[in-house]
């Protein structure tokens, strides 16, 4: 059974600084993995899906690398601003009936 | 183009009462999945349908069902609701089944009293 877990649980930081939110996963027989962002009492925003075959996505400011054989990935944010700040999942998927797994998400809170 | 729409966004309901959800996928996205995420923790998977047929179930009990229409729209129903099932309700779609991208509604608000 795969098991999703983020760290750290919560994160504060001063706007402008560069930050790495860690996801791992402990089945690495996985299809892709999604970041997601979501704000207080909101529906899930889809940031960034890597499939299994890349190392990498970039979307502006963020940049989701994948390493299967670790069991890792993460979220890299530059230049931090305040309208960064939420809640971040990361969620795995097997590519079968399972759906996605999810971590417990980190929250993140950038501070002006 | 519009995005998961998901209906009611609020709902307070009473122990042992019934419920029914309501999700439309985005415009051709032919799977529709269906998560709990209580208060704290990361989304937990219920359903996934493809094609109007189940295709998936997570590990919740039977009085959790759900259907998906020919225009791939959903319902999710829980009958004899239990406090511990007040959460937050999302629902995403995706154009395949199993392999692609979720795009997730603004989820429904349950509260059990």
């Known amino acids: 059974k795969q098991e999703v877990t983020q760290i750290p649980a919560a994160l504060s930081v001063p706007e402008g600084e560069n930050l790495v939110l860690n996801c791992s996963f402990t089945d690495s027989a996985i299809y892709n993995l999604q970041w997601f962002r979501q704000d207080p009492g909101k529906g899930l925003t889809s940031l960034l899906l890597i499939q299994s075959s890349q190392r990498e996505q970039t979307s502006g400011r963020l940049n989701a690398s994948l390493d299967k054989s670790s069991g890792r990935s993460t979220l890299y944010i530059a230049a931090s601003q305040p309208g960064d700040s939420a809640t971040y999942l990361c969620a795995a998927s097997g590519g079968g009936a399972d759906g996605l797994t999810f971590g417990k998400g980190t929250h993140l809170i950038i501070q002006p | 183009d519009a995005g998961v729409t998901q209906s009611p966004t609020h709902l307070i309901k009473t122990r042992g009462q019934h419920v029914t959800l309501r999700c439309s996928p985005i415009?051709?996205?032919?799977?529709v999945s269906w998560y709990q995420q209580v208060l704290g923790q990361g989304p937990q998977f219920i359903f996934q349908?493809?094609?109007?047929?189940?295709?998936g179930r997570g590990n919740f009990p039977d009085r959790f069902s759900a259907r998906q229409f020919p225009n791939y729209s959903s319902e999710l129903n829980v009958n004899a609701l239990l406090l511990g099932d007040s959460a937050l309700y999302l629902c995403?779609?995706?154009?395949?089944?199993?392999?692609?991208?979720?795009?997730f509604g603004p989820g429904t608000r349950l509260t059990v009293t």
């Open positions: 995403a779609s995706s154009l395949a089944y199993g392999t692609s991208a979720q795009y």
């Open positions: 415009s051709g996205h032919k799977s």
């Open positions: 349908y493809y094609e109007k047929e189940e295709r």
